[in-house]
């Protein structure tokens, strides 16, 4: 599985290539726009096609799943902080209302801890982060990844060089950002990372 996020900053025809992202075949993409208004985000949706809203999970104005058939709603780590006591009946009315929850860690006890709680967690960074300069990989303890129960995706810097590392160190996805909109052409990105991932499980497969 590959998942996109949504760059923070307005991107030309971003709407265009969200659109064509998903007719290319991507599953989920994270629509983080922290410093969007319910409105801006709301107008972005909007924008792309009917079909492909329910494979959208949106970081910011949960209050948008009252609008649209939205695959469901990220925490992030102030607000999964912030909500610690109320937290699991907030998940659970989510879940029971037919929505996805996810949340991101940096830390992999910690994730092994509260992951039940929620349909699939990120972990970062793993390697350097394109987007954000300074922003270093973390020495994790990669066998650690077999303790999890539910959905591990990795994130931080990943690439069409380095994607395949992620599945060997035991991850079930990659979360893209800067190898898709700091690329020249999003689309053309988008399809060599998802070569790479397909020419891998294909590798794996002949294997077994």
Partial sequence: MIIVFTAEQRIYQEDKI???LFEEGLEVLHLRK???SFSECKHL???IAPEFHNRIMVHQHHGLTELFDLKGVHFKEVFRKHLSFSMPNYIEFMQENGFEVSTGFHCIYELIEKEELFDYTFLSPIFN???KMG???KAFDFKNLEKAQKRIIALGGINKFNISEIFEKGFDGAA???A???NDNPIKAYNELRSANNNLCAL???AI
């Fill in 180 to 182: 898709i909109w700091k």
């Fill in 129 to 131: 982060s394109i987007s």
């Fill in 204 to 206: 794996n497969n002949t």
């Fill in 45 to 47: 949706i909007n924008a």
């Fill in 135 to 137: 922003y270093k990989s």
């Fill in 34 to 36: 922290p410093n969007y």
């Fill in 176 to 178: 893209v950002l800067g």
């Fill in 18 to 20: 969200i659109n064509h």
